[in-house]
């Protein structure tokens, strides 16, 4: 099993930037295929972005591809995600999610979840 730990929500003025972190612990990191998914209020849990293991191939959303980035960083155990030109529509709250075995996409249920992380962003 693996544990996560997201941080560096906050409130952003739209245009504005963030960078979400997600921090592992347990089985090694490195092994896990990671993703971004996010909650508004009312919605559904939805696919943001993910990145594979190992070689770090990466799928998007497409209303964040542009302006999201998935990346990781084994040798630290973390996962990132650079949010930039924030609009009001990207405020939820983001989780980090980690799947063993396969790779995440829209529609998946990874079995690691972290507690989340709230984004707003201000007009």
């Known amino acids: 099993q693996v544990q996560l730990v997201e941080s560096g929500g906050g409130l952003v003025q739209a245009g504005g930037s963030l960078r979400l972190s997600c921090a592992a612990s347990g089985r090694t990191f490195s092994t896990y295929y990671m993703g971004w998914f996010r909650q508004a209020p009312g919605k559904e849990r939805e696919f943001v972005a993910s990145?594979?293991?190992?070689?770090?191939?990466?799928s998007y959303e497409n209303a964040v591809k542009g302006r999201f980035t998935i990346s990781r960083d084994n040798a630290k155990n973390t996962l990132y995600l650079q949010m930039n030109n924030l609009k009001p529509e990207d405020t939820a709250v983001y989780y980090c999610a980690a799947d063993a075995d396969r790779m995440v996409v829209r529609g998946s249920r990874p079995p690691n979840w972290g507690q989340g992380t709230q984004v707003t962003v201000s007009s």
């Open positions: 990145i594979s293991r190992y070689v770090g191939s990466t």
